[in-house]
């Protein structure tokens, strides 16, 4: 409890400071483009090594081996998507939000309501994750067991990201998440060297003895190839889809979550924006790596059934991993130290991660669809940022209702979900924007919408909401679509429908184009947009 309440009680320090220097709506949605590159890869880790990396890919990988592993692969091969094609085009092009830049060359009302529609609904999706990550932490950390205390959790943690998003705007939560980033690093590297040096730093006894206190009796072989969570023999040829599925929203979908795209407008130049990408993966790359050994780790030392008793999804096995190697090294009461220090990271990586999100989806519904839709433009800066901060009241009060229902669900699972929606959605307008002269705004409007509703469809009508037991409707089945994640058919699908919806119309602005390929690739006229 005493680390819980220093770091929020540090943080809450952070978001006053903030509030103080958050004068005019660039400060608010942009900590006025004062970060340097270094400082917004520290916050771009800080981002992206969400709940759904550090609690999440750690217990898949403890339940399910090496098909777990994949979502570590998936998450950090996506970065490079990222880099060669999005952080220092969106930079150049941009203000604020993503329809900033789709906005430029097409008719600016129906693109930035649909751009605005799909960034809150991506930053549900992914908020979800968090707040399921929180209740089973802290339920863990302060032995709540009851539904009632874990859902107090929830409406807890929601809360405190509404007042740091309120207060501190981009600037309060940048700086939390660059605390949180080196945090997380340090407390994921203690236990991972403390795993390591329990097997003599030898990888391969690490992963036999994980194999065989969590592996399948009789087979445990099977932990460490895949096949253990796709393409089961009652899966057949689905599960394998699935994990392609799988593996095309993870590595496509990072390219378009808005709360990461938000963070290339906080440097000043075009150089920063790729020198904060290179920093970013360095930073994420190694804390990959690391959770690799956390859920190896968590399944030989804690083992399957002792998880799954503390989380059905898994979310706890790091730090139940923190408890068990801390009392086999230190005793009792280092092990107590060491969760309780391992539980007050991943508290603060909850905290930072969901004060992103709300900040992207009430800057989206501000800027795109206060200001520039229901008010055409004709909004001040003053009245943005109010209606930002009543936002983000809104967002937050949606996303706590639905965490509740979600309780149950890994939350690297649901974070995937979030890529899927992100990458059927967002990617195609974006790329197709940047990329294609005959883009037009009916394309655009086509592309979110058609990847934006199909991926939504198929998750309704698949496992995760009905039809299996750790569905959000257990009792109920209406699930005619057999993938747990939809992203093989809804990527597609938004690609397809932007060319069609393209195609479709005879709108083409070559001049706009031209002056858009020339800023994206070279910065020249970025600033000029910035400032009008």
């Known amino acids: 409890m005493i680390l819980f309440l220093t770091f929020v009680a540090a943080t809450l320090g952070i978001t006053v400071w903030a509030s103080r220097q958050t004068k005019t709506a660039a400060d608010y949605y942009a900590g006025g483009r004062s970060f340097s590159g270094a400082q917004n890869g520290l916050a771009i880790g800080g981002d992206y090594m969400s709940a759904a990396s550090f609690l999440g890919i750690a217990g898949i990988i403890a339940l399910s081996g090496y098909d777990g592993f994949l979502y570590s692969i998936g998450f950090l091969v996506a970065w490079l998507v990222a880099l060669l ?78 007042v740091y998003v309120v207060f501190g705007g981009m600037k309060g939560t940048t700086w939390v998440q660059i605390v949180k980033a080196v945090l997380l690093m340090t407390g994921a590297a203690l236990v991972t060297v403390l795993v390591l040096g329990k097997f003599g730093f030898n990888l391969s006894a690490l992963l036999s003895q994980a194999a065989a206190t969590s592996g399948p009796s009789g087979n445990t072989g099977s932990f460490l190839v895949p096949g253990l969570k796709y ?220 990847g934006l509703i199909s991926a939504l469809l198929l998750v309704i009508f698949s496992p995760v909401v009905s039809g299996s037991e750790a569905a959000l409707f257990k009792d109920a089945d209406f699930s005619w679509f057999p993938l747990s994640n939809p992203g093989i058919l809804s990527i597609p699908i938004g690609f397809l429908c932007g060319w069609i919806g393209t195609i479709m119309s005879k709108e083409y602005n070559a001049a706009k184009y031209a002056e858009i390929e020339v800023r994206s690739l070279t910065g020249v006229g970025s600033e000029k947009a910035v400032k009008h």
Do not use: C
């Open 85 to 162: 094609l999005v952080a220092e085009l969106m930079r150049n092009s941009g203000k604020f939000t993503m329809a900033d830049v789709l906005a430029f060359r097409m008719s600016p009302r129906p693109v930035r309501t649909a751009a605005g529609a799909s960034t809150i609904v991506v930053s549900i999706f992914y908020l979800l994750a968090q707040m399921v990550g929180a209740g089973a932490l802290v339920g863990l950390l302060l032995g709540i067991e009851s539904e009632a205390g874990k859902l107090w959790t929830i409406v807890g943690v929601g809360t405190l990201m509404i």
């Open 231 to 450: 393409g089961t023999e009652a899966q057949g040829i689905a599960g394998k889809i699935d994990l392609i599925s799988l593996g095309l929203a993870l590595v496509l979908g990072t390219a378009g979550l808005p709360h990461i795209l938000i963070r290339f407008y906080t440097v000043p130049t075009a150089k920063d924006a790729r020198k904060s990408v290179l920093w970013g993966i360095g930073i994420i790359g190694v804390f990959y790596l690391l959770t690799l050994v956390l859920g190896f780790g968590a399944a030989a030392l804690v083992g399957r059934e002792e998880i799954v008793a503390g989380d059905p999804g898994g979310n706890t096995a790091a730090p139940l991993l923190a408890l068990r190697i801390g009392e086999e090294i230190f005793g009792p009461v280092g092990g107590t130290i060491l969760l309780a220090f391992i539980g007050a990271v991943a508290f603060a990586t909850i905290l930072a991660v969901v004060a992103g999100l709300t900040l992207a989806s009430s800057s989206s519904f501000a800027h795109d669809l206060y200001a520039h839709v229901f008010r055409r433009g004709q909004a001040s800066e003053r009245q943005e940022v109010v209606v930002a901060r009543i936002s983000a009241l809104v967002i937050g009060a949606i996303a706590i209702g639905l965490s509740i229902l979600a309780q149950s669900q890994n939350v690297a699972f649901l974070v995937a979900l979030a890529f899927a929606v992100a990458a059927s959605g967002n990617l195609p307008a974006i790329l197709y924007s940047l990329f294609w002269k005959r883009f037009n705004t009916s394309g655009a409007v086509s592309a979110i919408y058609g």
